[in-house]
C-alpha cells in the first residue's frame, strides 16, 4: 500500500516558535499534521485512553509528522493543533450546546492571540514579573504538556490522601512560578505559594499570563451577543459520540 500517501498540511504556532530552544523543530514555527484517518478514530473510540484521560493527546500525537518532544509543546500551542485536526479530520463547522440551545462557529475563522513578541526572549520560556501588592519580584513560565500531566498526577496523588482536597490552583502555581526573589529552589515557591502568595497577586499573576501567553482565540460569540469559550472535549473529534 506504498503507492498511497497520506495529505499533510503545515500548521502555524501560536507561539511563532519564539519560545521554544533554536535545536528544537518547534522553534520554527510551523508543524506538519496529517488528515484524520480510521486510525485515529480507533483512538478517540478506545476506552482505556479514555478512562485514562490520555484520548486527545494519543490522537495528536498521531497526527503530527514533525518529529518533536510532544511533551515540550505549550499548552496554548496544542490548543492551535487540536483545532486544526478538527478541521483537517471533520471540517470547520462544529455544532456545540450552551445554556440549552444549538449553535455552529465556524473554526477556520478563528485566529491566533495577539501577544507582545519583546517579552519573550527567544528560546527561552521564561518572563519577569512584580507582584503588584506585596511587590515581590518572581519569574514564571508557560505550562508544558509535560507540566501538565505532572499537575495532573500531583493533584491525583492528594486526591488519594483526601479526597475532599482538590488544590488544583495552588499546585498550579508551583508550577507556573519558577524563582521568587530571585531563589529558584523548588521549595521556596512551593513554600511562597502556600504561605505567602495574596489571593489579590495571584489573580494579577493569572491575568497578566492570561495576556501574554500565545493561544488560539477560541471565543465565539452568540447571536444573543453572549461571548463563550468554545469547548474541547472528546465530541469535538467525534461528532457522533
Do not use: C
Amino acid at each position: 500500500m506504498s503507492e498511497f500517501k497520506f495529505p499533510t498540511e503545515m500548521v502555524e504556532l501560536p507561539s511563532k516558535g519564539l519560545i521554544y530552544p533554536e535545536d528544537s523543530p518547534l522553534s520554527k514555527g510551523k508543524i506538519e499534521m496529517k488528515y484524520m484517518t480510521a486510525r485515529e478514530e480507533d483512538i478517540l473510540t478506545n476506552q482505556a485512553y479514555i478512562k485514562q484521560g490520555t484520548v486527545l493527546d494519543k490522537m495528536l500525537q498521531s497526527l503530527i509528522i514533525t518529529n518533536i518532544n510532544y511533551d515540550d509543546l505549550i499548552v496554548g500551542d496544542k490548543n492551535a493543533l487540536f483545532i486544526a485536526a478538527r478541521i483537517l479530520g471533520y471540517g470547520g463547522n462544529y455544532t456545540f450546546d450552551y445554556d440549552g440551545q444549538s449553535h455552529t462557529a465556524d473554526l477556520s475563522t478563528l485566529n491566533n492571540k495577539e501577544f507582545d513578541e519583546s517579552l519573550i526572549t527567544k528560546g527561552i520560556n521564561e518572563f519577569h514579573f512584580t507582584l503588584p501588592y506585596s511587590e515581590t519580584k518572581i519569574t514564571f513560565k508557560i505550562l508544558t504538556s509535560a507540566d501538565e500531566k505532572k499537575i495532573e498526577k500531583e493533584l491525583n496523588g492528594l486526591k488519594k490522601i483526601n479526597k475532599d482536597n482538590s488544590p488544583e490552583l495552588s499546585t498550579r502555581l508551583k508550577y507556573i512560578i519558577t524563582s521568587v526573589g530571585g531563589d529558584r529552589e523548588e521549595k521556596t515557591v512551593r513554600e511562597f505559594v502556600d504561605n505567602y502568595l495574596l489571593a489579590r497577586d495571584s489573580r494579577a499573576l493569572r491575568e497578566y499570563i492570561k495576556l501574554i501567553q500565545p493561544d488560539v482565540n477560541l471565543n465565539y460569540t452568540l447571536s444573543s451577543g453572549v461571548e463563550v469559550t468554545i469547548p474541547i472535549s472528546l465530541n469535538f473529534f467525534w461528532p457522533d459520540a
